[in-house]
Nanobody, 119 residues
Framework: QVQLVESGGGSVQAGGSLGLSCVVSGSIISINAMGWYRQAPGKQRELVAGITSGSSTNYADPVKGRFTISRANAKNTVYLKMNNLKPEDTAVYYC?????????????WGQGTQVTVSS
């Protein structure tokens, strides 16, 4: 059974920092792209940052220069370092991973972790 388990959310004041982690476990052959998404109340889920298996990265415009995505392949883990947080960053953050399982590949989601930024 495949699991993506996120950790590191919490509450912080504007201008502060938080770090998120997501560990992939289970019977996987390989992990392709990984990413972080977020969903604020009343809004659609949106991509925050993505990273390929070769560690190429992309970021949503609102977080460029403030957030950094990275991965540790040996640990099946993806990270999101968030600096200079703003109230508009408040959302549930979800980890996503494109996994190869045997003969097929599929995208999996974590359960989400709350990030709250107060002004």
């Amino acid at each position: 059974q495949v699991q993506l388990v996120e950790s590191g959310g919490g509450s912080v004041q504007a201008g502060g920092s938080l770090g998120l982690s997501c560990v992939v476990s289970g019977s996987i052959i390989s992990i392709n792209a990984m990413g972080w998404y977020r969903q604020a109340p009343g809004k659609q889920r949106e991509l925050v940052a993505g990273i390929t298996s070769g560690s190429s990265t992309n970021y949503a415009d609102p977080v460029k220069g403030r957030f950094t995505i990275s991965r540790a392949n040996a640990k099946n883990t993806v990270y999101l370092k968030m600096n200079n947080l703003k109230p508009e960053d408040t959302a549930v953050y979800y980890c996503n991973a494109d996994l190869r399982l045997g003969s097929h590949r599929s995208a999996y989601w974590g359960q989400g972790t709350q990030v709250t930024v107060s002004s």
